[in-house]
C-alpha cells in the first residue's frame, strides 16, 4: 500500500543475469530518448576487452560524455572486487558527480546502469542512489541480479521491477518506453 502522502515514485529497477542486455537496455533508452529532445542524466557503466578478455569497465556521465574506468584489473589501488580494483576517484568524480547533477536538474529522465557491488563501495554513491531512488523524474536503474542493497530494498515495494532475458529483451524496452511515456506526458 502506497501512502498518498509520499511522492509518486517513478522508479523501474531492471535485473537479470550477466549478458542478458541491461546496459543494452540502458543505452537504447538513452538514445530513443535523447533523439526526442529529452534531457537525460545518469551514468552507465560498460565492460572493456582486449583481445577478447575483460579488463575492467569505463563509466560514463550520459549528461556530459565525461568517461574514466570504474574497475581495472591492472590497478592495485582502490577496492577490490574480484579479480577487479574500482578506481575510486572516477568512480566519484565521473559516476557520483552524475548523479548529483542528475539530482540537481533539470532532467527528464535518470538512468543508472548499474547499481552493484563496485559502485556501492562508495559511500558517496550509496548516498546518491538513496537521493536518486526518492525523486520525482522518472529513473531506470539497473540492478546486478539477486543483489539486495538497503538503498534500493527502500523502494523495491513501491517502484516496477522487471527482469531482462535474452528472450525478452525488446519486450522490455517496449514497456519501459510505455511506462515512461505514461509518466512524462505533458
Known amino acids: 500500500m502506497v501512502s498518498t502522502s509520499h511522492k509518486e515514485l517513478k522508479v523501474i529497477l531492471l535485473t537479470g543475469a550477466p549478458g542478458v542486455g541491461k546496459t543494452t537496455t540502458v543505452t537504447q533508452l538513452c538514445a530513443h530518448y535523447s533523439a526526442k529532445g529529452e534531457r537525460i542524466h545518469g551514468m552507465s557503466t560498460r565492460e572493456m576487452l582486449d583481445k577478447g578478455q575483460r579488463i575492467g569497465f569505463r563509466i560514463t556521465d550520459l549528461a556530459t560524455g ?3 574506468w570504474l574497475a581495472r584489473k591492472s590497478s592495485t589501488v582502490g577496492p ?51 537521493s536518486i531512488l526518492k525523486e520525482e523524474t522518472p529513473t531506470v536503474v539497473t540492478v546486478k541480479l539477486g543483489s539486495r542493497y538497503s538503498e534500493v530494498e527502500q523502494v523495491r515495494p513501491n517502484s516496477i521491477q522487471l527482469e531482462i532475458t535474452k528472450d525478452n529483451r525488446e519486450d522490455i524496452f517496449r514497456k519501459v518506453t510505455g511506462y515512461i511515456d505514461e509518466w512524462t506526458r505533458r
Do not use: C, Q, W
Open 66 to 68: 565525461k568517461e574514466g
Open 80 to 130: 577490490r572486487i574480484g579479480s577487479y580494483h574500482v578506481v575510486s576517484e572516477d568512480l566519484e568524480n565521473i559516476g557520483v558527480r552524475a548523479l548529483e547533477r542528475a539530482i540537481e536538474g533539470p532532467a527528464d529522465l535518470i538512468l543508472v546502469d548499474e547499481i552493484g557491488p563496485m559502485e556501492m563501495t562508495s559511500s558517496a554513491f550509496r548516498d546518491a542512489i538513496s
